[in-house]
């Protein structure tokens, strides 16, 4: 089994790649293989609403000058999702918004039933407002969003000082674990185990 992590910082080992690679260090034990994907500096369009990701024969994003289709190709290989963010003026930093919105909207078919995670990295506060933006997006995916101790917070300013937030990387390994946990009650019969669905209803308030 395989969890895709999505490291949203700008900063190369940063206060949010500390949370990650905690997470990826704990799967490690339960023999859980994992990947960081971090956006670095290179720009993340934002989505424009064009439909063409929804025409009959397009597979994927327009754009292909940035990492959208490529996140979206290795969630489909993956089995679980998890996605860390700086805080940035009490929120995910745009280059994640615009990257996940564009994967979910683009290639969400690879995100439905598998169990996600918001991790949010912060120097102070608005880590809880960032967390909540972040599931708000895996609970309209069918995604089992998995939880642990407390909200999966870290603390630091400067890079690395997250390191020293033991409670918050307890907490990242507890979630590792109960990520872990989930993976095998999914995956207990070999191939994964997902809910039925009704077609979607459609259902639009002004026709
Ligand atoms: C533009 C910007 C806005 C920020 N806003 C907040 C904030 O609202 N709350 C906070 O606690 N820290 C804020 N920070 C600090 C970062 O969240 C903090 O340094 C975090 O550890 C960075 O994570 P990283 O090392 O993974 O990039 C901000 C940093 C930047 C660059």
């Not at 809880?128 to 630091?156: C, D, E, H, K």
Request: charged share 20%; glycine share 8%.
């Amino acid at each position: 089994m395989k969890v895709l992590m999505i490291n949203g910082s700008p900063r190369h080992n940063g206060n949010t790649f500390c949370a990650l690679q905690e997470i990826e260090n704990q799967l490690a034990k339960h023999n859980i293989e994992s990947e960081i994907i971090q956006i670095g500096t290179s720009p993340i369009r934002s989505c424009i609403n064009c439909g063409s990701c929804r025409q009959k024969d397009k597979n994927g994003c327009v754009f292909e000058d940035d990492i959208c289709n490529t996140v979206s190709k290795k969630l489909s290989e993956s089995d679980a999702l998890i996605v860390g963010t700086p805080v940035y003026y009490g929120q995910p930093n745009g280059g994640v918004l615009s990257l996940m919105q564009r994967v979910f909207f683009s290639a969400g078919q690879y995100a439905q039933n598998k169990p996600a995670a918001a991790v949010a990295a912060c120097r102070r506060g608005g880590a809880t407002a960032t967390f909540q933006s972040l599931n708000m997006m895996f609970q309209m995916m069918n995604m089992p969003v998995v939880t642990s101790q407390y909200w999966n917070i870290v603390y630091g300013r400067e890079k690395g000082e997250a390191k020293l937030d033991s409670e918050g990387m307890q907490t990242m390994r507890t979630l590792a674990n109960n990520m872990a946990w989930l993976l095998s009650k999914i995956h207990a019969d070999g191939q994964p185990q997902y809910p039925a669905r009704e077609p979607w209803d459609k259902m639009s308030f002004i026709r």
